[in-house]
């Protein structure tokens, strides 16, 4: 049996172990013999990579999606896209998701993993279709978590509706590497008994389960799994590639991959990872073995933000509080799985309660907006309490939220025409305006001024 292997370098274990921070000129170099080591998929685009991008590494994210592009001939690339919520932290109206999609495919992505961090799939719905439309791989995401509400019959349930739904294929989102072996092993065996199409597994080294969770999904007959170099892998990163294509090797399966060019491949990242390291950005903390992620289910990234905020309080002292906070926040809000932007509105709301004193003295106008519905349907019952104190008299949306929005992309063209000069300048904008239009009137400041000196440069006669 052939299991296939997708590469997360280039994002999630980037994004994991170094929040994003490596530019385009760090990994052009091994692109091409990325390109020939056997990969399903290379996933390089989406989750905070559109965002770093434009805010910390002076890219153009479209622009390096074309650059990975061509030199990128034989292997898929792939990306994360958050539904309706595309790349960014709130709903979009269906215009903007549908074009957004289309200048994806346009620029290059191949495979499009797309995923509702409540699990309401009416929130992909117009993503998924956009997707199919562009003949591009939809691949429908289950978010992983352990509740009282969750178990195998409503998860089976969940791949019913994905496969109704035309997705290629489905993934199974372990963002907290939370999922151990024998809960893969059932969760696979359940699903392929329950759907035809391949389903994937994506999970993370933060408690030290990944591997064995795994394998032990293999012998399920799940069709794929997401690996990262050896240099990027573990910790809050993915398991090893080299470790995983090694024992399932052993195990008699076939993965595609070419040992020599993965030696390469880690080769080419090990001084990568030393710079990172030297420059204080790869702290240490994300490589190790957080066991106690498995009883408040908290993913690496959103540990290292409560970390940092609690560091801009001057009240690091409170964390064992926060994290004890957390999971009964997550209690009171129905379970919802944590995975952005769920896992940012629970732990800040976590935070929020611990260091004001009083639970829900002051309540998040995110956590507002959920309890409000604008995020979808919650997986269980919100505490009537909390409803109440948000609410009053007020009802929440019960309809699909993006319902309520109006179609925005031809007037925003209209807007930024000024600094916005092609479509996917727009949708920049339209995801992450400030962060966007700083990016874009800096670009469009340089242009000119080279503009005019090559005018000099002519006129002059040089």
Known sequence: MAIRITETVLRDANQSLIA???????????????????????????????????????????????KIKSKVKNTKLQMLLRGQNLLGYKHYPDDVVRKFIELSAKNGMDIIRIFDALNDYRNIQAAVDETLKQGVHAQGTIAYTVS???????????????????????????????????????????????????????????????????????????????????????GTS?????????????????????????????????????????????????????????????PGGMLSNLIAQLKQQNSLDKLDEVLAETPRVRRDLGYPPLVTPMSQMVGTQAAANVLSGERYKLVMKEVKA???????????????????????????????????????????????????????????????????EAFLKKRLEKTSKNQEKMVTYIIEGK
């Open 148 to 234: 009282p509400i969750h178990n195998l019959e409503k998860y089976a349930e969940m791949g019913k509706q994905l496969e109704a739904m035309g997705v290629h294929s489905i993934c199974i989102k372990d963002m907290a590497g939370i999922m151990g072996p024998q809960e893969a092993f059932d969760m696979f065996k359940t699903l392929k008994s329950t759907v035809k199409i391949p389903v994937f597994l994506h999970t993370h080294s933060t408690t030290g389960l990944a591997p064995i969770t795994c394998l032990k999904a293999v012998e399920a007959g799940c069709d794929g799994i997401d690996t990262a170099i050896s240099s990027f892998s573990g």
């Open 238 to 298: 993915q398991p090893a590639t080299e470790t995983m294509y090694y024992a399932l090797s052993q195990m008699g399966y076939e993965t595609g991959l070419n040992e020599k060019g993965l030696k390469q491949i880690n080769d080419f990242f090990r001084p990568v990872k030393e710079k990172f390291i030297a420059s204080g950005v790869l702290d240490p903390y994300v490589l190790g073995t957080e066991t106690d992620a498995l009883v408040y289910q908290i």
């Open 370 to 436: 959920y309890i409000r519905g604008e995020y979808g349907r919650p997986p269980g019952e919100i505490d009537k309490e909390l409803v109440n104190k948000v609410l009053g008299d007020e009802k929440p949306i019960t309809t699909r939220f993006a319902d309520t929005l109006k179609p925005i992309v031809a007037d925003t063209q209209v807007q930024v025409a000024e600094f916005a000069k092609t479509e996917e300048d727009v949708m920049s904008y339209i995801v992450f305006p400030q962060v966007a």
């Open 20 to 66: 994003t921070r490596m530019p385009f000129e760090d990994f052009e170099g091994i692109l091409e013999k990325m390109d020939q080591a056997g990969y399903y998929s290379l996933e390089c685009w989406g989750g905070a990579t559109f965002d770093s991008c434009l805010r910390y590494l002076n890219e153009d994210p479209w622009e390096r999606l074309r």
